[in-house]
């Protein structure tokens, strides 16, 4: 049973209402409806008191609906008139078809739908399924809702989308146990070598001028930050041979955005840090707080007379050992497994997907899309297919020699 006084991302549910029993699951009682980019006007306060991972946050979906535009919709489930799931959910076409997915896309990890932990216990898979109904009768052109890299639990409150059919994620998401502080991590974790190496980084650094880990406070810093790290992935998805996923205009917007509307929070939901070295930006991260879980959202380092020092791997040293300063459980490396984040990581979490056809060709696509994900885990399970496609894909590139992978994220 969820605890109905437990504070979820700063958003206490209030212990004293005769409402804070968990539910019975009487049918009578729950209503499904959806509605346009309207419904966010309803999402947002919800968020206010609900439980939801950073992508599903209020400020994250509002900003990428401003940033891009996107076509949104957002289904409810609600008991006697109250809130209990939803769903905001952005429609983009995929060739002939129409899918609905969380507004972000490959950008929005580690998802947990806004839900109401009160609510939780007895929301099962037909009132889910009853939301899907909603959002076909609203939005008859869209064939598929994919719910694509869905946590297993949130700081121990179960999935509710777990009810439904789904399958494995093709990327397993890697994290580190903060337990017992920054010594004990170490020391489950060649903490001499570490503790080695981040000296030798630091004598380098001090070799070539002043150097400091920056944390974005200001509007202005955000954009400096911001700024290199989108040169620097720009940069390294061009030597890897892959899109930048962070190279379309409106997505640059959104992420502006989101990090600059987190200063006016007391604790900034999302946050930039950078290791500077003589007054240049060597390394940047950006990251998430979701309850008890300080989430890297994204990384990467300079490609210059620096790069050899591995300068996120020093930038991530200082961010773990602040996350356990802070009395954060887990430190999480989100999505993909990277050597650089095995050196920290003794935790795997295993995100889930569901796929609900709503149309039969949405039924045609979801089915590719379930043999696409198993092709992908095999690639991806398969050190030497894996080692041999990414080599491939560094030639198509012109790329011949590998590129240091501790900027994946």
């Known amino acids: 049973m969820v605890d109905a006084t437990a504070s979820f991302d700063g958003n206490r549910v209030a212990a004293n209402e005769a409402s804070a029993r968990p539910v019975r699951a009487d049918r009578d009682r729950w209503i499904a409806t959806a509605s346009g980019g309207t419904g966010l006007a309803d999402y947002v306060p919800f968020c206010a008191s609900a439980l939801f991972a950073p992508a599903q946050s209020a400020s994250w979906v509002s900003n990428w609906a401003a940033a891009t535009g996107a076509d949104m919709v957002v289904a409810t489930l609600s008991c006697d ?7 905001a959910l952005e429609i983009v076409r995929r060739g002939p078809f129409k899918v609905a997915r969380f507004a972000g896309g490959r950008h929005a990890n580690g998802n947990f739908a806004a839900a109401d932990p009160r609510f939780l216990p007895a929301i099962d898979g037909q009132a889910i399924r009853s939301m899907f109904k ?12 994919s719910l694509e890299r869905l946590l297993p639990d949130l700081d121990g409150v179960a999935n509710p989308l777990a009810a439904l059919p789904g399958f494995p994620s093709p990327n397993l998401a890697l994290a580190v146990d903060l337990g017992g502080g920054f010594d004990a991590l170490l020391s489950r974790a060649s903490g001499k070598r570490k503790r080695k190496k981040h000296r030798s980084q630091t004598r380098k650094f001090e070799a070539v001028g002043t150097f400091r880990r920056i944390e974005a406070r200001t509007p202005e810093e955000v954009d400096r930050l911001l700024d290199a790290f989108l040169s620097m992935k720009e940069a390294r998805f061009a030597k890897m041979g ?16 989101l990090f600059a509307d987190a200063l006016a929070e007391e604790k900034p939901p999302f946050l930039l840090h950078g290791l500077d070295v003589a007054g240049k930006l060597r390394a940047v991260t950006g990251s998430s707080r979701s309850g008890k879980r300080l989430i890297c959202e994204f ?4 490609e210059d007379d620096l790069s050899s020092a ?3 791997d020093f930038l991530f040293f200082d961010n773990i050992q602040e996350a356990c300063e802070l009395g954060f459980d887990v430190y999480d490396f989100s999505v993909g497994d990277e050597p650089y984040k095995r050196l920290w990581c003794d935790i795997e979490v295993q995100h889930f997907e569901v796929l609900a056809p709503l149309t039969l060709k949405g039924r045609v696509l979801a089915a590719g899309l379930r043999q696409g994900a198993r092709a992908k885990a095999f690639i991806k399970n398969n050190p030497t297919v894996w080692k041999l496609t990414k080599m491939l894909r560094r030639k198509a590139a012109g790329q011949a020699a590998p590129v240091a992978a501790e900027d994946d994220s």
């Open 81 to 87: 008139g109250r809130p209990a799931l939803s769903l």
């Open 134 to 145: 909603a959002i076909a009768r609203a939005r008859p052109d869209i064939d598929l809702i």
């Open 242 to 257: 892959i899109a930048n996923v962070f190279g379309d205009r409106q997505v640059r917007d959104f992420f502006r955005a």
């Open 299 to 302: 990384g990467a380092i300079a």
């Open 310 to 312: 591995s300068p996120g």
